[in-house]
C-alpha cells in the first residue's frame, strides 16, 4: 500500500539555525498537506500543497512540492522556540483510489535549544 | 481552540471491554475522520464520514467501528480491547465537497489506557 516516509525523525538545532524536514512518498500524490503538533497538543494544519513543483512560503516557513508529487520539504528559516513540535506531512493519493484517506508520515520532532 | 470537541479526555479501562468515543465537528463540517495515535505508529487513519455516510476507510480493526449521526456528530466504538489499542484517538472534522479538499481540523483528543 501506499506510505509516506518522513526524515529525519529527530533534530536538534540552536536557536537561529535552519530546519528542513523531508516527505516522500512511495505513489504520487493528488495533494499534500503539512501540520504541526506542539508537545500534548493536537495537529494544526500549516499548508497544502496540490500543483506539480508548487512553492509556497508563510513567513519563515517555506513548502515545496516536487515536480514528480512524489516527495515534498517543509524549510524553516532562523528557528524559534515557538517552533518546536512534531511536523507531520500528510499526502491524499486519489489517483490510487484512495480518496479521503490522508497517509501520514511519521512526523519529525524539532526542538530548539535557545 | 479547534471548535472540534472529543469526549472523554481520558478513559482508562481493561481488556476486553468496549468503549464509545465521541467526537462533535465544527459547526458546518459535514465530514469527520477518525484517527489513532501511537507512539510507534504515528497518525493512522481510521475512517472517515461524510455528511452521515462511510466515505474512506483506512487501517480500521474489525473490533472497531463508527457512525455519523443525522446532527453530524460522530462515535468510534472500541470493542475486545487490547493491550496494544492504548492509543490518542483524534477526531477532525472540514467541510468537504467531492470536488473540493479542504484542511482538517483535529480535536484534542481522547486517550485511551488499556489495562
Known amino acids: 500500500g501506499q506510505q509516506v516516509m518522513q526524515i529525519p525523525q529527530y533534530q536538534h538545532v540552536q536557536e537561529g539555525e535552519d530546519f528542513t524536514t523531508y516527505c516522500n512518498s512511495s505513489?504520487?500524490?493528488?495533494?499534500i498537506q503539512w501540520y504541526k503538533q506542539r508537545p500534548g497538543g493536537h495537529p494544526v494544519f500549516l499548508i497544502q500543497l496540490v500543483k506539480s513543483g508548487e512553492v509556497k512560503k508563510q513567513k519563515r516557513l517555506t513548502f515545496q512540492f516536487g515536480e514528480a508529487k512524489k516527495n515534498s520539504s517543509l524549510h524553516i528559516t532562523a528557528t524559534q522556540t515557538t517552533d518546536v513540535g512534531t511536523y507531520f506531512c500528510?499526502?491524499?493519493?486519489?489517483?490510487?483510489?484512495?480518496?479521503?484517506?490522508?497517509?501520514f508520515g511519521k512526523g519529525t520532532k524539532l526542538s530548539v535549544k535557545p | 481552540d479547534s471548535g472540534v470537541t472529543q469526549t472523554p479526555k481520558h478513559l482508562i479501562t481493561a481488556t476486553g471491554q468496549r468503549v464509545t468515543l465521541r467526537c462533535s465537528p465544527r459547526?458546518?463540517?459535514?465530514?469527520v475522520y477518525w484517527y489513532q495515535q501511537s507512539l510507534d505508529q504515528g497518525l493512522q487513519f481510521l475512517i472517515q464520514?461524510?455528511?452521515?455516510?462511510?466515505?474512506a476507510k483506512g487501517n480500521i480493526l474489525e473490533r472497531f467501528s463508527a457512525q455519523q449521526f443525522p446532527d453530524l456528530h460522530s462515535e468510534l466504538n472500541l470493542s475486545s480491547l487490547e493491550l496494544g489499542d492504548s492509543a490518542l484517538y483524534f477526531c477532525?472534522?472540514?467541510?468537504?465537497?467531492?470536488?473540493?479538499?479542504?484542511?482538517?481540523?483535529f480535536g484534542p483528543g481522547t486517550r485511551l489506557t488499556v489495562l
Open positions: 459547526s458546518g463540517d459535514l465530514s
Open positions: 477532525a472534522s472540514s467541510f468537504r465537497t467531492s470536488s473540493i479538499y479542504d484542511e482538517q481540523f
Open positions: 505513489t504520487t500524490l493528488s495533494n
Open positions: 500528510a499526502g491524499e493519493d486519489r489517483y490510487g483510489g484512495s480518496q479521503g484517506n490522508l497517509i
Open positions: 464520514y461524510y455528511n452521515g455516510e462511510e466515505r
